[in-house]
């Protein structure tokens, strides 16, 4: 496992985010998590901005995604299109036991908060871990860092996901309808 370089790794202030926001967004982010695990994958697409970019590295791990280049090669490089023909494929044969785990649960942790680049914005950073169980109970983990661009709305749920950089993109969301 390459070692981490600790001056890659994005700084978050000292200070803490409002109570309420901070409340607000680890909200938003629990029902995020738990629409993935009960599969409803469309409702969770409708979280996602129309200019959304999802992605993450392959075969490495570097703990500041924040700074990725755009030519970065990626394991996952989606977009609203892309994400909502996944969803729509998680529901037909490609989305049955044989593909999909019998089961995921995703725990969400230590969410920390700074200002976005535009008044609207937030970027958060927030560890991810992630089980699945197949239909022979075999287990899979797998923990990362996630950082998101989450914008506001006058949608009910308060944000939309704008963009969402993982730390690393294991193998198993080659998947159809897994998402982390």
Request: negative net charge.
């Amino acid at each position: 496992m390459p070692q981490l370089d600790p001056s890659r790794i994005p700084t978050y202030p000292r200070t803490f985010a409002d109570a309420a926001l901070q409340h607000t967004i680890e909200q938003f982010l629990y029902l995020e998590a738990e629409l993935l695990d009960d599969r409803k994958v469309s409702e969770w697409v409708a979280l996602t901005a129309s200019d959304i970019q999802y992605s993450g590295p392959i075969g490495q791990r570097d703990d500041d995604k924040e700074k990725s280049s755009s030519d970065e090669a990626t394991h996952v490089g989606e977009d609203k299109p892309s994400l909502e023909r996944r969803a729509r494929e998680s529901g037909t044969a490609v989305g049955t036991a044989e593909v999909w785990p019998v089961a995921t649960r995703r725990t969400v942790s230590n969410v920390r908060i700074k200002p976005g680049d535009t008044a609207d914005t937030y970027k958060v950073r927030s560890n991810l871990v992630f089980l699945t169980l197949d239909a022979d109970r075999q287990q899979a983990i797998v923990s990362g860092t996630r950082f998101d661009v989450l914008r506001r709305t006058t949608s009910e749920v308060g944000f939309e996901i704008v963009r969402r950089l993982l730390d690393q993109t294991p193998k198993l969301l080659d998947n159809a309808g897994l998402f982390l």
